[in-house]
C-alpha cells in the first residue's frame, strides 16, 4: 500500500483487535493516541516503513502485545522510555534501521522478552546495563553493526541465551569474561570482525556450543586449549 499518515482515531473502535499489519507503507510518523484503544492486541507489524522516531507514549496502552516489528524504517533513536509498558513482549524486531547508540534502560521492563533483533544499524556501543533485566532472552541479533568492543560485563545476565549474533562488526578483541554465564548457548557467531587473538579461557563455560563462527577475522594463531570444552561442537 502507500499509506504515508493514519488518523489518530483510524483504530478507537477496533478495541478487541489482536493483530495489526501495517507493514510495507510509507507512514513517516505516529500520532500517540493512533494506538490508544487496541489494548487486546498481542501483533503489531509496522515493518517497511519510513519511521524516523517514536514518541514514547505510542505503545503505552499496548500491555499484551507480544511481538512488535519495526524492521526497515529509519529510526535512528529510541527513547528509553518507549518501551516500558510493554511487559509481557516476547519479540522486538529493530533490525535494518539507522540507530546509533542504546539507552542502557531501554529494555528495562521487558523482562518476559526472548527474541531482541538489532541487526544491520550503526551501533558503535553497548552499555554493560543495557540486557540486565533479559534473562528469558534466546536469541539476540546484532550482525552488521559498528560495534568495536564489549564489556566483558554485557551479558553477565542473559542466562538462558542460545543464540549470540555479533558477525561483520569491527571487534578487535574479546575479554574473557565475556561469555562466562552463557552456559545455554547453542550458537555464536563473531565471524567478519577485526579480532586478532583469542584468550584459551574465552570459551570455557560454553559446553553447549554446537557451532562457533569465526570466519574472516585476522586471528594468526590459536592455543590448543581454547576449544578444549567445547565438546558439543558439530
Given at each position: 500500500?502507500?499509506?504515508?499518515?493514519?488518523?489518530?482515531?483510524t483504530?478507537?473502535n477496533?478495541?478487541?483487535?489482536?493483530?495489526?499489519?501495517?507493514?510495507?507503507?510509507q507512514?513517516?510518523?505516529?500520532?500517540?493516541?493512533?494506538?490508544?484503544?487496541?489494548?487486546?492486541?498481542?501483533?503489531?507489524?509496522?515493518?517497511?516503513?519510513?519511521?524516523?522516531?517514536?514518541?514514547?507514549?505510542?505503545?503505552?496502552?499496548?500491555?499484551n502485545l507480544?511481538?512488535?516489528?519495526?524492521?526497515?524504517?529509519?529510526?535512528?533513536?529510541?527513547?528509553?522510555?518507549?518501551?516500558?509498558?510493554?511487559?509481557?513482549?516476547?519479540?522486538?524486531?529493530?533490525?535494518?534501521?539507522?540507530?546509533?547508540?542504546?539507552?542502557?534502560?531501554?529494555?528495562n521492563?521487558?523482562?518476559?522478552?526472548?527474541?531482541?533483533?538489532?541487526?544491520?544499524?550503526?551501533?558503535?556501543?553497548?552499555?554493560?546495563?543495557t540486557?540486565?533485566?533479559?534473562?528469558?532472552?534466546?536469541?539476540?541479533?546484532?550482525?552488521?553493526?559498528?560495534?568495536?568492543?564489549?564489556?566483558?560485563?554485557?551479558?553477565?545476565?542473559?542466562?538462558?541465551?542460545?543464540?549470540?549474533?555479533?558477525?561483520?562488526?569491527?571487534?578487535?578483541?574479546?575479554?574473557?569474561?565475556?561469555?562466562?554465564?552463557?552456559?545455554?548457548?547453542?550458537?555464536?557467531?563473531?565471524?567478519s570482525?577485526?579480532?586478532?587473538?583469542?584468550?584459551?579461557?574465552?570459551?570455557?563455560?560454553?559446553?553447549?556450543?554446537?557451532?562457533?563462527?569465526?570466519?574472516?577475522?585476522q586471528?594468526?594463531?590459536?592455543?590448543?586449549?581454547?576449544?578444549?570444552?567445547?565438546?558439543?561442537?558439530?
Amino acid at each position: 500500500n502507500q499509506i504515508t499518515s493514519i488518523d489518530p482515531k483510524t483504530f478507537n473502535n477496533l478495541g478487541n483487535l489482536t493483530k495489526l499489519n501495517l507493514s510495507s507503507n510509507q507512514i513517516t510518523s505516529i500520532d500517540p493516541k493512533t494506538f490508544n484503544n487496541l489494548g487486546n492486541l498481542t501483533v503489531l507489524n509496522l515493518w517497511r516503513n519510513q519511521i524516523t522516531s517514536i514518541d514514547p507514549k505510542t505503545f503505552n496502552n499496548l500491555g499484551n502485545l507480544t511481538q512488535l516489528d519495526l524492521e526497515n524504517n529509519q529510526i535512528t533513536s529510541i527513547d528509553s522510555k518507549t518501551f516500558n509498558n510493554l511487559g509481557n513482549l516476547t519479540e522486538l524486531n529493530l533490525s535494518n534501521n539507522k540507530i546509533t547508540s542504546i539507552d542502557p534502560k531501554t529494555f528495562n521492563n521487558l523482562r518476559n522478552l526472548t527474541e531482541l533483533y538489532l541487526r544491520n544499524n550503526q551501533i558503535t556501543s553497548i552499555d554493560q546495563k543495557t540486557f540486565n533485566n533479559l534473562s528469558n532472552l534466546t536469541r539476540l541479533d546484532l550482525d552488521n553493526n559498528q560495534i568495536t568492543s564489549i564489556d566483558p560485563k554485557t551479558f553477565n545476565n542473559l542466562v538462558n541465551l542460545t543464540q549470540l549474533d555479533l558477525e561483520n562488526n569491527q571487534i578487535t578483541s574479546i575479554d574473557p569474561k565475556t561469555f562466562n554465564n552463557l552456559g545455554n548457548l547453542t550458537k555464536l557467531n563473531l565471524s567478519s570482525n577485526q579480532i586478532t587473538s583469542i584468550d584459551p579461557k574465552t570459551f570455557n563455560n560454553l559446553g553447549n556450543l554446537t557451532v562457533l563462527n569465526l570466519w574472516r577475522n585476522q586471528i594468526t594463531s590459536i592455543d590448543p586449549k581454547t576449544f578444549n570444552n567445547l565438546g558439543n561442537l558439530t
